[in-house]
């Protein structure tokens, strides 16, 4: 954000200078905090009981200092408005945390668990170090570009490197309380839904095993839409900030609006999709576990009508970051958890319930900040949204995947079992929602024309979309 809003005024040299104060802070950081962890694992092992955890904690500790002087690279382009050094640097990095830490986890099994755990441990620290060697490349490509952008721009007055870090500071400390509460959350969620499903009847093991279906089964799959939706949430904060900056309001809030569809585009049939086939998907991942995955489709259902809510949580928060408002979307996000522990510790205590209370728990969280943060969105950027094509179109394409998905399963378990059938249904699925969403234009025209390579698919989506514009008429 820093650095989109200097290079607005035409200031590279100050956002170059952000960027090397940036790189010295989070270095410092990343070192100190790596150093503590390796000499101090023994000491934290030793207080949570888990002395066997060393290796692996060890094995994680360069991952600090590596990840935080990546990020300064990644915010640097990502200021310039170039996405494309970052997406290289996450798939160089996930290659290598996924190769290293499932390579040496099967590699020293033999050994003993605790060796196993400190080899996929170290994944984190070999895909830190690689996506940081990738970054560092792209910026000594682009080294010779950035110097003679500096040098068409004559040195303004030098910001000092406190008032710079004072302002990093004012903008990330913020955020990182605001990405602590909901692992803190989690934290609760441990002690609350166990003591309430004893309370409602059930055994300390039944409990248990109710818990992990929650938090083992269901919740991870939340997380790979997560994924998507943040991309654009990351991408929208060097705009909004540069447009912000320019005072340029109509360019700002057309991005503000084009941005939150585009996370519903993406999140809202994943959501429905994990609706309809949440009990076929829960079998597909664990087959050997039957009865807990069907227990644990309730779960997923109720799990999936979150990912549209934090879907629009990650992007609003975005777009608030960017304007200045940092702080805002983590108030709003801890108005949410209150609402969730409440729900959470009242309804996971009724028996017919159980550990679903705490899914609508989360879900009511996510929503409660969505609905806050939309609402700080329209405050300070005086920004309308267009229902119909932000949320009647992509919902309605969604709901006639999620039969089409649903149908294709249902036809075919018969003939292939529940693993083809739920393959071949999910991809019915991803087709059906591709032609509505041309059809209804739900991506219009214009913006597929702005996407290289796409001459085949403007067509089909001039031809598709003829019925309805006929049917408008």
């Not at 991408?235 to 585009?262: C, H, W």
Request: overall charge positive.
């Amino acid at each position: 954000r820093m650095v989109a809003e200097r290079n607005a005024v035409d200031k590279p040299h100050e956002a170059y200078r952000v960027f090397k104060v940036s790189l010295a802070l989070l270095t410092g950081i990343g070192l100190a905090s790596s150093l503590i962890l390796f000499f101090g694992a023994g000491a934290i092992t030793e207080y949570i009981k888990e002395p066997r955890a060393i290796f692996a904690m060890r094995a994680i500790a360069p991952a600090l200092l590596f990840c935080p002087v990546m990020a300064s690279f990644r915010g640097f382009f990502q200021g310039r408005q170039n996405m494309t050094p970052t997406a290289a640097s996450q798939v160089i990095e996930q290659v290598f945390r996924v190769a290293a830490g499932l390579g040496l986890a099967v590699f020293f099994l033999n050994r003993g668990v605790e060796y196993a755990a400190a080899g996929a441990s170290f994944g984190a620290t070999a895909g830190g170090l690689f996506g940081l060697i990738g970054i560092v490349i792209v910026f000594l490509r682009h080294r010779a570009k950035i110097n003679s952008e500096l040098a068409a721009f004559p040195k303004t007055s030098e910001e000092s490197a406190g008032e710079i870090l004072k302002d990093i500071l004012i903008i990330a400390v913020p955020i990182t309380i605001g990405s602590t509460v909901m692992p803190i959350v989690n934290v609760i969620d441990t002690a609350i839904v166990k003591s309430r499903l004893i309370y409602a009847g059930y055994s300390s093991d039944v409990a248990r095993s109710l818990y992990g279906q929650l938090t083992g089964m269901a919740a991870p799959l939340i997380n790979f839409p997560q994924v998507l939706t943040q991309a654009v949430s990351m991408s929208l904060v060097p705009v909004v900030a540069s447009a912000f900056k320019r005072k340029e309001t109509q360019f700002m809030q057309d991005n503000i609006a084009l941005g939150l569809r585009y996370a519903l585009i993406i999140s809202t049939p994943m959501a429905v999709g994990m609706m309809a086939l949440s009990k076929p998907i829960m079998l597909l991942l664990y087959p050997l576990q039957k009865e807990s995955a069907v227990s644990a489709a309730g779960c997923l259902k109720i799990f999936a009508v979150g990912i549209i809510f934090l879907a629009m949580v990650q992007t609003l928060t975005g777009i608030l970051q960017g304007v200045g408002k940092q702080t805002i979307p983590v108030r709003n996000l801890r108005i949410g958890v209150i609402a969730k522990i409440i729900l959470t510790y009242t309804l996971t205590g009724i028996p017919s319930v159980n550990v679903r209370g705490a899914a609508i728990g989360t879900v009511t969280a996510y929503t409660t900040a969505a609905v806050l943060n939309l609402l700080s969105v329209r405050k300070y950027t005086g920004t309308r949204i267009d229902i119909v094509q932000t949320i009647v179109k992509p919902l309605f394409s969604s709901v006639i995947m999620g039969l089409a998905a649903w149908g294709t399963h249902r036809l075919l378990i018969g003939f292939l079992g529940n693993a083809l059938s739920t393959v071949a249904g999910i991809g019915a699925g991803v087709i059906v929602y591709v032609l509505m969403a041309l059809s209804t234009e739900t991506l219009t025209i214009k913006e597929l024309e702005a996407i290289p390579k796409a001459e085949k698919l403007v067509k089909l989506a001039k031809i598709l979309s003829r019925p309805f514009k006929k049917t408008e008429k």
